[in-house]
């Protein structure tokens, strides 16, 4: 992942992606990234321009998410005063501002459908209008357009202008997400991890526990690297033995005892499945594929503990409260699993 103009990863999908963008830059064509939200979609519209003939040139970025559907079109074409209530005076356009450079679509997926019309006439023409004017400007942008969505589908279903995605989709590139790329996960732990330690002034750098490091390999990351990269600067920050490999990471910040619960009315009200006889075949779970009961059984409680003790910090009587174990009965599992503070 791109984070301060580099480039950090290292499995093929991810390099492929990067390869693609990098020949894509020197070609004056629009282009289109499609990714999930967190893996960088910005970064490499940055990099498309970065590596362009365009460099030197404004990149300009427009969220088309953020905006209210009645600002979108004056935000894209700019507006000459008293166009609408509110236009007091005339205002350049992001495509005039981005005039010889770059325009960069964020969310392209939620433009209006008059956007999306008055979008076509500027690819094709190379010309926009502000609105409450009669005259076209004439413009030279290269447009590099992102979304999570699936344009394809919604240009099929009518959401989305056809003709629109074919003058937009010279190339495309997918960005793969954070779950698939094999190896990239600890790369990047270890550098958002160095980084933060280094902000925090520590002398050095404990790394994480071995516990840890397995569970940000098998978490499914849904916010991909943007939430690895807080999941990890927090676990930095919040441990207070700069000394210790860091043992406890919390992946979703809300997690609390007194976290708010909805109101009743507002919870689902969708009934629960039963079986529906004894014949019914029961879904597949992930305990299927378990052949050796007690080897699964030691791994599961090796793993509570080794989390528990990071989480109070190898305090074992603590830890041995939170678990209602004795301090004894603790101990036991402690040299049962040869759990030893610094080495897990």
């Known amino acids: 992942m791109k984070l301060e103009s580099q480039f950090i990863g290292q499995s093929g999908a991810f390099l492929d992606a990067v390869e693609r963008a990098s020949r894509a830059a020197s070609m004056n064509r629009p282009v289109l990234v499609i990714g999930e939200r967190g893996t960088g979609k910005e970064l490499i519209a940055e990099r498309l321009h970065r590596l362009s003939t365009r460099w030197d040139e404004p990149l300009v970025t427009m969220n088309c998410a953020a905006l209210p559907e009645t600002l979108i079109e004056a935000e894209l074409f700019g507006h000459e005063a008293g166009a609408f209530t509110g236009a007091t005076k005339s205002r350049v356009g992001r495509f005039e501002e981005a005039d010889r450079g770059t325009l960069f679509l964020d969310e392209l997926g939620t433009l209006s459908m008059g956007a999306q019309e008055r979008l076509l006439r500027a690819v094709e023409y190379g010309e926009v209008t502000r609105i409450g004017a009669s005259r076209p400007i004439r413009v030279d942008v290269r447009i ?19 003709d629109l995605l074919d003058r937009l989709s010279f190339e495309v590139i997918t960005l793969p997400p954070l779950r698939v790329r094999e190896g990239d996960i600890g790369v990047l732990a270890e550098h958002f991890g160095r980084r933060m330690a280094a902000e925090l002034e520590w002398d050095r750098w404990p790394g994480f526990a071995p516990h840890v490091m397995d569970a940000l390999e098998d978490h499914p990351w849904p916010g991909n690297v943007r939430e690895l990269r807080n999941v990890v600067e927090r676990a930095v920050y919040r441990w207070a033995d700069p000394d210790m490999p860091i043992a406890h ?10 976290r708010p619960r909805p109101p009743e009315h507002r919870r689902s009200s969708a009934p629960v499945a039963v079986r529906a006889g004894a014949d019914a075949a029961p879904a597949p779970t992930q305990f299927d594929s378990i052949e050796d009961l007690r ?15 990071g989480k109070h910090r190898w305090n074992q009587r603590q830890t041995a409260r939170a678990l209602g174990l004795t301090y004894d009965q603790l101990r036991h599992c402690i040299r049962k699993h040869a759990l030893m503070e610094g080495q897990d």
């Open 144 to 162: 590099v357009a992102a979304t999570n969505d699936d344009l394809p589908a919604l240009a099929a279903s009518g959401e989305f202008r056809a």
């Open 249 to 258: 990471v919390q992946f979703d910040p809300f997690d609390s005892p007194w």
């Open 295 to 309: 080897a699964a059984v030691d791994a599961h409680e090796r793993a509570i503990l080794a989390h528990a003790l």
